[in-house]
């Protein structure tokens, strides 16, 4: 009973985080002048026709395009993020090397850094190289282990591990890729499952990159496709089209999200900033 | 503590290290320190229609400062920070705190309050709370239940930057997490001796719980600020900077002067005031909590 404030407040909190999804989920049914009539997120009909003129979106393309496009950012950058990052860390946990404070320093430094310095130049650089309108810009910068927090959690995660896996790796003959790939690899995987959600998530919402990068409709991403239509919306049964479009550009993120997140936020809390 | 705690093992070259972190030094050389230094210099040049840079110097920089149109976007940005962070950084540890007081559920709702900031900027969430602050939205038909008057949020310039700020403070989770991870860490017998020793709660949250967390507030305290002096998703779409400039960032003023004016010096030059703010807030606010604690590799 003592607790009991305690509950109310974090119920409380609870439905401030989690109603306004719901109501949006809600809304995409219900007709607009219910929307404006109503705090209750349960609509009165459900119509799912809606859902159908959202896929279809009205750019030319289907939403379904939108999210093969966004896919084929993700892919290949959760593939360069992971290989990278683990090399990295790798190196900077378990070996010594002219410079390494200063690197780490940097390393560090690059987590606090401002993106807003870079976007323009590096605009004009893909611009000169001809790359502008690919998803290369997008994609290749995750190859160079940009994001310091991986590498950060990832560190932390190694550190965990005994350094005798990698003495009876090397007595067993293992060299020093052998030794990551086949012995502490897999003692990491919770890290490398919160570096692939991470990517996931984070690609989901990345809005300024694609914005500035992408100009042609069929290449464009979610949000992207999301905010032209947002642009191009009349009144009346557009709006519903376009919260049943923000619905569906959700469902990704929850879902992976839902699957992962016992791993996930575990392993936030075990290896991630507090160190 | 040895000097080198990790030994290279037997018969692996010094150089080993390196080349395993090679990818990241060709990164920070390509993607942070090339267009760092290219930065600078366009900041300095003058584009015509023509493509032709032509050096001018701090001219860019002294028109800017003259301009309106930066200063407005300076003091919007500046009071958007100095209203959010607190804030966030308050119902963060506040609520990492009820977390900790070993609730029943407290994994939902470690999950509920972690969702909306994973869903973070994507742009879905944006448009959804576009349409909350509508005139006839949500948040203004729960004001009419509480019998206050509905608030005009888009077309009131005392109330748009809040829009923006309750949006950033709903997704509170991922700072609440860092202060819940590091709540558990502080050994619960400091706790029992402060008690032993007649201290309050209040007392035992200033004397105990503040010291032992002052590297984490201070990791929040910056990559907060950090993102809150770079806004530029949410007035872009939610409000567009309006009305009369009162949610326009210095960010948004950046994407204009490259995108909507192509003047490239100009964007590089803003670009640059904002990294140089930014990097004197961090500095003060390294000096205001104390060190980082050094870290061990």
């Known amino acids: 009973m003592k607790k009991l ?14 109603y306004p999804l719901l109501w949006l989920i809600g809304a995409s049914f219900k007709s607009n002048s219910e929307i404006y009539s109503t705090a209750w997120f349960v609509p009165e009909h459900f119509d799912f026709s809606v859902y159908k003129k959202a896929w279809q979106t009205g750019t030319g393309h289907s939403l379904g395009k939108y999210f093969f496009n966004t896919f084929m950012v993700i892919l290949p950058k959760t593939l360069f993020a992971v290989l990278s990052s683990v090399l990295v860390a790798y190196g900077f946990a378990r070996f010594d090397f002219p410079m390494k404070k200063f690197f780490f320093a940097l390393l560090m430094g ?59 790796a090397r007595i067993d003959g293992c060299g020093t890729l052998r030794t990551l790939f086949y012995v502490l690899l897999p003692c990491i995987r919770p890290a490398v499952v919160t570096i692939s959600v991470f990517t996931f998530l984070w690609t989901m919402n990345d809005f300024l990159t694609p914005l500035i990068m992408i100009n042609s409709t069929e290449k464009y991403t979610l949000a992207l496709a999301l905010r032209t239509s947002v642009d191009s ?42 160190g | 503590m040895k000097k080198h705690p990790y030994q290279n093992p037997t018969g692996v070259p010094a150089y080993t290290g390196l080349l395993l972190i090679s990818p990241f030094i060709i990164g920070a050389v390509i993607f942070t320190v090339y267009p760092f230094v290219c930065s600078f210099i366009l900041g300095m040049t003058e584009s015509s229609i023509s493509r032709e840079l032509r050096f001018t110097g701090l001219k860019n920089y002294a028109e800017m400062f003259r301009s309106d149109s930066f200063r407005n976007a300076l003091s919007v940005t500046v ?5 959010l962070v607190p804030l966030k950084l308050i119902v963060s540890l506040l609520t990492a705190m009820l977390l900790n007081a070993e609730i029943k559920g407290m994994r939902f709702f ?50 748009a930057l809040f829009i923006i700020v309750l949006l950033r403070l709903w997704e509170f989770g991922s700072t609440m997490l860092i202060f819940f991870t590091a709540l558990r860490d502080i050994p619960s017998e400091y706790y029992e001796a402060a008690r032993v020793d007649g201290c309050g709660a209040v007392r035992s949250f200033f004397s105990i719980t503040l010291p032992q967390l002052k590297n984490v507030i201070f990791i ?18 939610i409000t567009g900077g309006n009305p009369m400039k009162s949610t326009y960032t210095i960010g948004m003023l950046i994407y204009d002067e490259m995108f909507a004016y192509s003047d490239i010096g100009s964007a590089n030059a803003v670009s640059w005031v904002l990294f140089a703010f930014i990097t004197l807030t961090v500095v003060i606010l390294f000096r205001i909590t104390g060190r980082l604690r050094e870290e061990k590799i």
């Open chain 2, 110 to 159: 470690r999950t509920a309050f972690y969702l909306p900031s994973i869903l973070g900027s994507n742009l879905a969430v944006v448009i959804m709370w576009q349409y909350l602050f509508k005139s006839k939205g949500l948040v203004n038909q729960l004001l009419g239940l509480c019998g206050a008057a509905p608030v005009s949020w888009y077309g009131d310039s005392r109330y």
């Open chain 2, 79 to 83: 009071k958007y920070a100095l209203i």
């Open chain 2, 220 to 237: 929040n305290l910056v990559l907060q600020t950090i993102a809150a002096l770079q806004e530029f998703n949410a007035p872009y779409m």
């Open chain 1, 110 to 168: 690059s987590m606090f850094m401002p993106a807003v310095v870079t976007v323009m130049p590096l605009y004009l650089m893909w611009s000169k190289l001809g790359m502008l309108d690919t998803y290369i810009p997008l994609t290749l910068p995750s190859l160079f282990a940009c994001e310091g927090m991986f590498v950060f959690i990832l560190i932390q995660f190694f550190k965990g591990v005994p350094k005798e896996f990698d003495e009876a």
């Open chain 1, 233 to 274: 919306t009349g009144q009346g049964y557009e709006e519903r089209k376009i919260i049943a479009m923000s619905v569906l550009g959700l469902i990704p993120s929850v879902t992976v999200f839902a699957a992962a997140q016992k791993k996930f936020v575990s392993s936030m809390t075990a290896g991630g900033l507090s």
């Open chain 1, 5 to 18: 404030p305690a509950y109310i407040l974090l119920i409380m909190t609870a439905a401030v985080m989690l």
